[in-house]
């Protein structure tokens, strides 16, 4: 029973300092080191040596190597601080029997062409395309955008054919609580968002935070947001856990249609190690360039629609219905 506690904790530790890569599952890892492991494990009643936690990562697949590519690094004020404080209201919410979700846009897709797509299928013949996949030879695209229940294992994915905009991210989750969110947490009363710092749930936007505060207003509940710092994207739980299902499930594939797109997710996405996915088009025209209203920010403070939290305010904050 000791060796499950441990296993147990020490997979929860990863599991929140943990980043992937969208495009492959099996790429995961954790900028953690063995010192700061074995602190964490002690924090939550574990004593152990750095040996045995040196065993764990073996055990468990991790292993030290080093990048293959090099890159220019960027360090953010306050980072392993806003680590710390997802990790814990990951945990409060999910004590409290509340919904956490992580959500996210992922890469646009080229629709028709026919167009190259990476990966192999099973063909009696070899499939042509052109040689240059050129955006003016396609015929559209097409946006996903998902969202990822981290206590059901559940990802939703979204396809929408305009511009990825605030608005078009609050339609999904609205989306995704009216078809999933409000049968499976039926006495809900707060909803924990991650998402990363930029794009079209950017943190600095008062237009995402002004359709966020439409959304809670209409589901009646509370929208709580933390934000993965800026360079971390890769930390958001989305983008190692379901983003590379669904990039296996287009591989290889011509997408002549959003109907094909959705087919193909709806069918091979979900695992076997048990994460479902569902798909669903959103039909609604997105432009981008659309304000926010000449009142927000005033009523936002007045009405306490949209308060900062006191740790990292530029990341977390919540939205609250009108009363």
């Known amino acids: 029973m000791q060796g499950n506690e441990l296993s147990s904790g020490f997979e929860q530790i990863m599991e929140n300092y943990r980043a992937g890569n969208p495009m492959n599952a099996q790429v995961r890892f954790t900028y953690l080191c063995v010192r700061e492991i074995h602190e964490k494990l002690q924090s939550i009643g574990q004593s152990v040596s750095t040996y045995v936690v040196c065993l764990l990562l073996k055990v468990h697949g991790y292993g030290k190597r080093k990048m293959q590519k090099k890159g220019t690094a960027c360090s953010v004020e306050g980072r392993n601080e806003q680590f710390g404080h997802i990790a814990q209201l990951i945990q ?46 396609a015929h559209g695209k097409v946006t996903p955008h998902g969202v990822l229940d981290l206590t059901l294992n559940q990802g939703v994915i979204h396809l929408g054919q305009g511009a990825d905009t605030p608005e078009f991210a609050c339609d999904c989750l609205h989306d995704w609580w009216r078809r999933y969110g409000m049968t499976q947490y039926p006495k809900a009363h707060s909803l924990l968002v991650l998402c990363d710092a930029g794009g079209s749930n950017n943190c600095s936007y008062y237009t995402f935070k002004e359709q966020l505060q439409n959304l809670s207003t209409h589901i009646g509940i509370i929208i709580r947001v933390a934000h993965y710092p800026s360079y971390c994207s890769k930390y958001n739980p989305i983008d190692h856990r379901l983003f590379p299902h669904v990039t296996r499930a287009l591989q290889g594939v011509m997408l002549d249609s959003v109907d094909t797109v959705a087919k193909l997710i709806n069918e091979r996405a979900s695992t076997k190690t048990g994460l479902n996915v569902f798909t669903h088009v959103l039909d609604k025209t997105y432009l981008a360039g659309k304000k926010v209203a000449d009142d927000f920010k005033t009523n936002m403070k007045k009405n306490k629609n949209i308060q900062f939290d006191k740790v990292l305010p530029q990341w977390n904050y919540w939205a609250c219905p009108n009363l």
């Open 92 to 137: 409060e919410y999910k004590a409290e029997g509340q919904p956490v979700v992580s959500m996210d846009s992922k890469k646009k897709e080229l629709l028709g062409g026919p167009l190259f797509r990476a990966g192999k299928v099973y063909c009696q013949q070899g499939l042509k395309c052109q040689d240059h996949d050129f955006p003016s030879l």
